[in-house]
């Protein structure tokens, strides 16, 4: 049998609202989600690729622009020798309200529903499987009980949903292991997560997670892209392509020996050496012993910076250095406030705790000392 070559996909929550962002960057950011699609399908049809899979969430929520709408339609209207399966997930699931019902798509796409459905393609000796959430929760797995009706075939499925441990709950379709390697599929793909998983088996099923096409914040750092590759009975040779159009970067940086702006800004240039400052995204956190004397404002350091970034933020998490034989022989306010601090900060529970303390001690001892807390 011609093994068949698949794109799989998820997770572009088109229309983010990019909250984090300033309002001009947020645009651009919405605009870089639909120019990232449109490498997709350069892609599928460079790669002459029969089969793309879109697992999920492909919307952010209800809110969409027309043009984004008008976007995707005319995209999808350029691979139509390309088989296009999209199972909604619980960001946009499938009911009467959705765009997956209102909007009449190309006819090379197919839209799953509430059921698990088979779309069996002749021609590929394939079979492609799809269920979608119709509402933003499902705690109950889309996958329970199901097996493929003809082994013979290459028999794929397009599925957004949790990969979670026996017994473990998930209000986002709960799938197990057990469930994966029972179903008999050739090929399971994945959306929900926004981190390529590597390509897993269990039995004779190979699975993943393509994570999502492009970052959206800095909790989904670095790399992001699709999966890409041939599939054909008990053979998979599928693999990552990192496609996005900019990346997310978190820095930390340890400034105890800095004396100046100047030389954090140093630091901060030298990190980010490499790492296309002019295009990507940045979030630098200041870390270390700083003297009490020493106060950071991140918005000086920003302003000196920013016009070489892309998008640059700034989160000082420096604590103060204090030096213990000084502070035995200081009976002062000062001293007896310092000692209260140091003591809570030993005591505290966790780190939510021992941070609050540590940046009241940072502050009291601004204020006793320069009269002002320096909090921006």
Not at 141 to 146: A, E, Q, T, W
Not at 308 to 315: C, V
Not at 368 to 375: D, K
Request: aromatic share 10%; net charge negative; hydrophobic share 35%.
């Amino acid at each position: 049998m011609k093994p068949v070559k698949i794109l799989h996909c998820a997770d572009f929550h088109f229309d983010t609202p990019f909250r984090e962002l300033s309002g001009t960057i947020a645009e651009r950011r919405k605009e870089d989600l639909r120019e990232t699609f449109g490498r997709v399908v350069n892609i599928a049809k460079k790669e002459r690729v029969d089969i793309m899979l879109l697992c999920g969430d492909l919307f952010d929520n209800q809110k969409v622009s027309p043009m984004t709408i008008d976007y995707l339609i005319g995209k999808m209207g350029e691979i139509p020798k390309v088989r296009v399966f999209i199972s909604p997930g619980n960001h946009d699931p499938y009911n009467e309200y959705s765009y997956y019902h209102l909007v009449k798509w190309p006819e090379n796409i197919y839209i799953f529903k509430d059921k698990i459905e088979k779309v069996e393609i002749p021609e590929l000796n394939t079979c492609v499987y799809g269920r979608g959430f119709t509402r933003p929760h499902q705690q109950d797995s889309l996958l329970k009980g199901f097996s493929v009706e003809d082994p013979t075939k290459l028999n794929i499925m397009a599925l957004h949903g949790e990969v979670v441990q026996s017994g473990q709950n998930s209000d986002y379709n709960p799938i197990t292991a057990d469930e994966i390697e029972e179903s008999g599929l050739d090929y399971l793909a994945l959306g929900h997560r926004h981190s390529f998983t590597n390509i897993a088996l269990l039995g004779n099923t190979f699975w993943a997670y393509s994570g999502c096409p492009e970052g959206r914040a800095f909790d989904e750092l670095g790399d992001k892209g699709i999966l890409l590759g041939e599939l054909s009975k008990g053979n998979c040779q599928v693999g990552f392509r990192s496609i996005s159009k900019r990346k997310y970067f978190e820095l930390k940086i340890n400034i105890s020996d800095c004396k100046t702006y100047e030389e954090i800004g140093i630091s901060i240039l030298e990190k980010a050496s490499g790492m296309e400052k002019e295009k990507n995204l940045f979030k630098v956190i200041l870390q270390g012993e700083i003297p009490e004397a020493l106060m950071v404002n991140t918005s000086v350091i920003k302003e000196k910076l920013e016009n070489q970034f892309y998008f640059l933020k700034i989160e000082d998490k420096t604590t103060i250095k204090v030096d213990p034989q000084l502070l035995a022989n200081d009976f002062t306010l000062r001293g007896l406030f310092v000692q209260k601090m140091l003591e809570r900060i030993s005591k505290s529970g966790n780190q939510t705790e021992q941070r609050k303390a540590e940046l009241a001690l940072k502050y009291g001892l601004r204020i006793l000392g320069q009269g002002e807390a320096g909090i921006e």
